[in-house]
């Protein structure tokens, strides 16, 4: 583990506003980079966000971190893991990995994703995964470098009359 990351999990503060920010942002994703029409994706946020936070709370089996400066204490990211148990074994699920702004080209998303394969080796998980629009190119730079490979890729093309 890193000498410079510390992972808490999230107080119930940084989860509400982590709950508010992270909704619009998916919402925000999902029409700029996967064109949908905004009011479906506000919708399908809603539906999925009340399954995944009931009651403003992590659902079962999700789990909710904030990685902090070492040195500081300082916030310089979040990552939201979600662990699966199946009859094929563990598995888990990198929902959100974000760097703050201003933080970001500095190393700390590679550290939270070294921390989350760590997590999930912990658990005897026997893979991680995650999604990635694929306007996200540092992003996705970030997981090939890391091992990360793609599984399928869905592509669009806007037609205008």
Do not use: C
């Given at each position: ?56 709370q ?7 971190f ?21 009859a094929?074994g ?58 990360y ?13």
């Amino acid at each position: 583990m890193s000498q410079r990351l510390q992972m808490d999990p999230m107080t119930s503060t940084e989860l509400s506003a982590y709950i508010a920010y992270s909704g619009q942002v998916y919402v925000d994703d999902r029409v700029t980079q996967g064109g949908e029409d905004r009011r479906d994706a506000e919708e399908t946020e809603a539906r999925q966000f009340a399954e995944y936070f009931p009651g403003g709370q992590p659902g079962r089996d999700h789990h909710l971190f904030t990685g902090r400066n070492a040195a500081t204490g300082e916030p310089v990211g979040i990552l939201w893991l979600f662990e699966r148990t199946t009859a094929a074994g563990t598995s888990v699920f990198i929902y959100d990995i974000e760097v703050r702004e201003g933080l970001r080209g500095l190393g700390w998303g590679r550290e939270l994703m070294t921390y989350a394969e760590q997590w999930a080796r912990e658990r005897g998980a026997r893979e991680i995964a995650l999604n990635v629009f694929g306007g996200n190119a540092v992003g996705r730079r970030l997981y090939s470098s890391l091992g990360y490979s793609e599984r399928s890729v869905a592509m669009a093309k806007r037609l205008t009359p």
